[in-house]
């Protein structure tokens, strides 16, 4: 059953205005016809209620958002399947995701980020406490509500600690660019991979940029596994870099201990409090150089020699001639064992793209020193604004599906429309050029046109009279039909007088009236008309006194 405005769910959730649009549904505006309230109700695709698979991940949201009552994370009311649908009801979080803020504002300030990384962490405190872990946390799950709240919604690849893995790869993975080294390497999420994932969150809205970018997910995987961050800017304080320095750092039992000892720790930096910070967080102190040992740690793909170096060149000496081709063997075969590790977890997963093709059979041939280059594949999506100018938002929305990008699309109101056919259309989308695939897109749509311009109040002439006189009511032509709407007349109401028409022709300057009971006084007001049945407000009344 393909969502359609006024379609009615459960027989109480009326479908008014779709929201945003992404890989498994449509996150629509509703209205609980039981008790008036509005919400957000999110719709699986129909082709994914025939997978077992996706129908369960679908469920599952509803069950994981569930057990956690925070004022962090948003609110699941209902959840049903009806008429091959599937559909979870949520609270409808005012306000724009941090994705949308990152693309207009692209650097927050540091307050801010201490904010909602504080924010974020609390709530995630309480997700964890309930014995759920997140693991995809990104800007575009973070929803900002005007008054600075944080919201963390979608909870559909959430996992309860011993759970059952939902897929067949056995982790339910999430985004590459937010995703912890442990997720990478095929390892179990855990609370701390949530913190890992909130601090390139932080890195992000910091610096401007992602830490680790890379030409495939594979590479931006490896990337997460390997490769150190850029520096923060200078303009972030040690302490503040530190912080986020200890939330990436490889190593779980690096990074901070609990959600709730980093929301104390943000806390304490945004009151200045560095001392009280560093008790939450130890690696406030020294934060740099835990990152840089960790990352070492991280990248040796074999183990060194034991012994110092002495004893170590020592032993090369006695080594076999066979031993180092061996070595380079035993390496590449680490690195493509890896590199297969992170396809399978870094494939869209739960409906939110179509399955790769296996990965290719290894040659039988002798391996070279220097392996070859991974494989790339598209990450991004060409997306030109010209092509969206104009389209209804719901075309648009289509359009941005059929690219294959998997969009999260967010929807903006923007300026008042200047022509009735502009009116929920698209004014603007943000970014173009080459988008990267699951990114945040917004599309600005034109607002409701606003009124037009009210009629001068008429004029008599006379300006009184008596019973069963003929007057003359005069008024200046009306300009203010929009362009390419041109003026097709004007509409009079009289209220004690007559006239012999009260619909006039666009050319018209004047009306008679005939004057009625004496003592009394004679109303006159009108409408100017514009092509396609527009309208414009009432004039001014004027009132012509009547002798006695």
């Known amino acids: 059953m393909r969502p359609t405005s006024g379609l009615t769910f459960g027989g109480r959730y009326q479908l008014s205005s779709r929201i945003a649009i992404g890989g498994m549904g449509e996150v629509w505006q509703a209205t609980d016809l039981v008790i008036g309230r509005t919400v957000a109700i999110k719709i699986l695709k129909d082709e994914y209620l025939g997978d077992p698979g996706f129908l369960e991940r679908f469920r599952a949201e509803a069950r994981h958002a569930a057990l956690v009552n925070h004022e962090g994370i948003a609110n699941v009311f209902d959840y049903g399947e009806e008429d091959g649908s599937a559909y979870l009801v949520m609270e409808l979080v005012p306000g724009e995701a941090l994705s949308t803020v990152l693309e207009r504002e692209r650097v927050l300030s540091t307050d801010r980020v201490l904010d909602i990384v504080a924010q974020t962490a609390s709530a995630l405190q309480a ?11 990104k800007p575009g799950n973070l929803l900002i509500t005007p008054d600075g709240r944080v919201k963390i919604t979608d909870f559909g690849i959430a996992r309860i600690a011993d759970q059952v893995p939902l897929t067949a790869t056995g982790q339910v993975m999430g985004t590459v660019q937010y995703l912890s080294p442990e ?13 890992y994932s909130l601090g390139i969150v932080a890195y992000e809205a910091l610096a401007g940029r992602r830490p680790f970018t890379g030409e495939s997910q594979v590479a931006i995987a490896m990337a997460q596994i390997n490769e150190t961050p850029p520096d923060l800017p200078v303009t972030v304080s040690e302490p503040v870099r530190n912080l986020v320095y200890s939330c990436i750092a490889k190593r779980p039992e690096d990074r901070p201990a609990t959600a709730a000892h980093l929301a104390r720790a943000a806390q304490a930096l945004r009151r200045g409090d ?10 406030i102190a020294g934060g740099a150089a835990a990152l840089t040992s960790a990352t070492m740690m991280a990248t040796r793909v074999l183990p060194t020699a034991e012994g110092e170096e002495g004893e170590a060149t020592e032993e090369t000496k006695r080594r076999s001639p066979w031993m180092w081709p061996l070595i380079a063997i035993v390496s590449l075969l680490a690195v493509a064992l890896i590199a297969i590790i992170i396809v399978i977890a870094v494939q869209p997963q739960g409906g ?28 991004t999506v060409r997306i030109v604004r010209e092509d969206y100018l104009g389209l209804s938002y719901e075309d648009a929305l289509q359009k941005l599906e059929d690219s294959g990008g998997e969009f999260s699309i967010n929807r903006v109101t923007g300026p008042a429309a200047q022509t009735p056919d502009q009116v929920g259309t698209v004014q603007d989308i943000t970014p173009v050029g080459n988008v990267t695939k699951g990114s945040s897109i917004t599309l600005t749509v034109w607002d409701e046109m606003a009124p037009l311009p009210q009629p001068t109040t008429p004029t008599a002439d006379p300006s009184n009279g008596n019973s069963g006189d003929t007057i003359s009511i005069e008024f200046p032509s009306y300009e203010g039909c929009p362009k390419g709407y041109a003026r097709t007349g004007y509409r009079f109401t009289l209220t004690n007088a007559t006239a012999s028409s009260t619909d006039l022709n666009a050319g018209a300057k004047s009306i008679d009236i005939v004057l009625g009971d004496p003592g009394q006084t004679a109303a006159v007001s009108y409408v100017a008309t514009c092509k396609g049945d527009l309208e414009s407000p009432q004039s001014q009344t004027l009132e012509v006194p009547i002798n006695p």
């Open 127 to 137: 997700a964890h406490s309930a014995g759920l872990v997140h693991r995809d946390i």
């Open 352 to 379: 939110d793209g179509e399955p790769s093709s296996p990965p290719p059979s290894t040659p039988s041939q002798t391996p070279s020193d220097t392996p070859s280059a991974t494989p790339t594949e598209a990450t």
């Open 183 to 195: 997720q990478a390497s095929g390892h179990p999420a855990s609370p701390s991979t949530d913190i």
């Open 274 to 283: 560095i001392a009280g910070a560093a008790a939450a967080v130890p690696g």
